[in-house]
Nanobody
């Protein structure tokens, strides 16, 4: 069973920065997704086991996904936060494939989610 433990969410003001962490119980292709109130869950960023990275179009250079292989931890660094970034952020692991993906259904395991709230 893959375990994912997220941390780093919280309250921020517009323009602030936050970094989310996701510690996994092994090495997987990892993704970050988010779900705002009343909206569907959407893709944010992903990084494959080989280090290939993809981002959602809305990121526009404000978010950066990185990983620490030794710690099996993936990070989502977010800068210049805006109120529309308010959401529950989830990390996910793709255990069935090494390929990076933006598709929710390609991910097999999910973290519990961490709330990010950005005020104007």
């Amino acid at each position: 069973q893959v375990q994912l433990v997220e941390s780093g969410g919280g309250l921020a003001q517009a323009g602030d920065s936050l970094t989310l962490s996701c510690a996994a119980s092994g090495r997987y292709t990892m993704g970050w997704f988010r779900q705002a109130p009343g909206k569907e869950r959407e893709f944010v960023a992903a990084i494959s086991r080989s280090g290939i990275i993809i981002y959602a179009d809305f990121v526009e250079g404000r978010f950066s996904i990185t990983k620490d292989i030794d710690k099996n931890t993936v990070y989502l660094q977010m800068i210049t936060l805006i109120p529309d970034d308010t959401a529950v952020y989830y990390c996910a692991a793709r255990a069935s494939s090494w390929y990076v993906s933006s598709t929710i259904s390609d991910y097999d395991y999910w973290g519990q989610g961490t709330q990010v709230t950005v005020s104007s």
